[in-house]
């Protein structure tokens, strides 16, 4: 596994081309002890507690680092957008938080926590707050950085690489296999996905389902899509764990994962090594381990008044991908993945 303190030496190669803003917490600024609260969109989830996993090793390497105490805990979002949005207010009222780092379940509906009770500065990871789902750049006063990428741009390419797959196929039937179907950043993926695609006489889609960013209900919703499409020619995915579903659902039906598109987003140990193997096509690599490092230092910067970059391209956090076919792993033997979906 690859870690933010192998990879990055300082703040100024996180992400090229992110502009810098300074920032000061008053009230935190001359502390020697911080605690800072994540917001997990879900804590069940796989990739939000990877994100956990990045914040608690560089809270522990910064405290040795820095002689201070970075006390971190997790909240529970439960994929609910007025439960995330409680958290935020509940965090910037209480005192009981000197800063904030949250993937946001509702990017846009967060814009109604700001501004908040206190000063507590906000890193938000995956996606912004804000009402521009694309903007990367803070929208709102008191988000200090936002790690994350357009989610346009990255299912653009994941598309592109179906149009590549299917250039010779007519029809070129395809399944659309999307997280949550009422979740903004789903909704954005999914819109991109559909105007690459739909420029395109010979893709079919066949359906698009709602995968939850679970195995199992993944392999449930792509059952079901099977069974009036057996003759389908692959699967889109935003997700890993539900390509992982999507792959044993074409098992179970006799259909040989390796003879149709499939792809997922994620970067996990599990899709890295699929990838590897032939079976799936490729994969969108995501670093959830070093985006919450990234985040929890900005999130540091900012309390002690320090340079701050106001945007972090989660892509180019690890000079990989982000979309890695089985040939660009060959030409990496030691890339295992950032996380287990």
Known sequence: MMHLSRIVAGAGVLALGASLVACSADSGASSDSYSIVFLASSSQNGYNQAVYEGIEQRAAELSDELGITIDTKIQDGQFDANTQLSQLQNAGTTGQADAVVVVPHDGPALNAAFPLGSDLPVVSVLNPIGPDINEMEPQVEGVVSTVASPPANGAELQAETVVDYCAD???CKIGLLAG???SPLDIERVDAWKGVLEQHDNIEIVGTVEGAYDRDQSLTAVSNLLQANSDINGILSNADQQTLGAQIALENAGIDPASVFLTGGGGTVEAVQAVRDGIWTNDFLNFPVSMGSA?????V??????????VIDADS???MGPIVTREDLEAAPDYTGEWNG
């Not at 985040?295 to 999130?299: C, G, N, V």
């Not at 309390?303 to 106001?310: A, I, N």
Request: aromatic share 0%; charged share 25%; no cysteine.
């Open 317 to 319: 956090i690890i000079d």
């Open 169 to 171: 196929i007519d029809p």
């Open 301 to 310: 910067n900012a309390l002690r008044g320090e340079t701050v970059e106001s």
């Open 295 to 299: 985040a929890l230092e900005q999130a």
């Open 180 to 182: 949550l179907l009422n």
